[in-house]
């Protein structure tokens, strides 16, 4: 059953700082997942600026880079073969194809970041969130949920730019991402990006 953990608490991190015998440990993966407009980017954004410390899980794509994108940085960018290799060699925690392109994240370079005792967050989509629980069972998974039903309809629809039957998926989409929230350990509700960025760190560490 997730525990939702409301802004404002007293962090647990605080908490064990306050410990006259800190007790040292092997930080989890944390993965922040959630519905489509409920703000992950712009809360993991928000934390890193403040804690670059915390490492965010670069994944690796067949996608051409775009005007801008650095290797390593944005994405890893492989070939077809290459990452039919990656594959075969279980060296994915998880991967998926979006638009003709597949994404995945390196196993090897989070495995390397958790044992040198760094937190490790990875920032996927609910069916990448799903594989990583098979493939590292251990991982922690952090559902963002938005504070309404109503609140992430104005979210998606507020370009207003797509039409009404590709607003009409994104909200069906929605919905179905919603309902997974009961699959994860942890549930944070983006009411603020400050209160949320601080209560995921918390998590991390």
Same mark, same amino acid.
């Given at each position: 059953?997730?525990?939702t953990?409301?802004?404002?608490?007293?962090s647990p991190l605080?908490r064990?700082?306050e410990?006259?015998?800190?007790?040292?440990?092997?930080?989890?993966?944390?993965?922040?997942s959630?519905?489509s407009?409920?703000?992950?980017?712009t809360v993991?954004a928000?934390l890193r600026?403040?804690h670059p410390e915390?490492?965010?899980?670069?994944?690796?794509?067949?996608?051409?880079p775009?005007?801008?994108?650095?290797?390593g940085?944005?994405y890893?960018?492989?070939s077809?073969? +290459? @990452? /039919?290799?990656l594959?075969? #060699?279980?060296e994915?925690?998880e991967? *998926?194809?979006?638009?003709?392109n597949?994404?995945?994240t390196?196993?090897?370079a989070?495995?390397?970041?958790?044992?040198a005792?760094?937190?490790?967050?990875?920032?996927?989509?609910l069916?990448?969130?799903?594989?990583?629980?098979?493939?590292?069972?251990?991982?922690?998974?952090?559902?963002?949920?938005?504070?309404?039903?109503?609140?992430?309809?104005?979210?998606?629809?507020?370009?207003?730019?797509?039409?009404?039957?590709?607003?009409?998926r994104?909200?069906?989409?929605?919905?179905?991402?919603?309902?997974?929230?009961? +699959? @994860? /350990?942890?549930?944070?509700? #983006?009411?603020s990006?400050?209160d949320? *960025?601080?209560e995921?760190l918390?998590?991390?560490?």
């Amino acid at each position: 059953m997730s525990n939702t953990v409301s802004p404002g608490t007293v962090s647990p991190l605080a908490r064990r700082e306050e410990s006259p015998v800190p007790v040292a440990r092997r930080p989890r993966l944390t993965v922040l997942s959630g519905p489509s407009g409920v703000g992950k980017s712009t809360v993991v954004a928000h934390l890193r600026k403040a804690h670059p410390e915390v490492w965010l899980s670069v994944s690796a794509t067949t996608r051409k880079p775009r005007p801008g994108e650095r290797e390593g940085v944005q994405y890893f960018f492989v070939s077809d073969d +290459e @990452f /039919d290799k990656l594959i075969a #060699n279980g060296e994915l925690l998880e991967w *998926a194809e979006f638009a003709g392109n597949r994404y995945g994240t390196p196993r090897r370079a989070v495995e390397d970041r958790l044992e040198a005792g760094e937190p490790v967050l990875l920032e996927i989509d609910l069916q990448g969130a799903r594989l990583v629980r098979e493939s590292m069972p251990d991982a922690q998974l952090v559902f963002l949920a938005p504070p309404s039903w109503e609140e992430l309809v104005r979210r998606l629809t507020g370009r207003g730019t797509e039409s009404p039957e590709v607003i009409e998926r994104r909200l069906a989409a929605a919905r179905v991402e919603l309902a997974a929230e009961k +699959e @994860f /350990d942890t549930t944070l509700v #983006n009411t603020s990006v400050e209160d949320v *960025a601080r209560e995921l760190l918390a998590l991390l560490c």
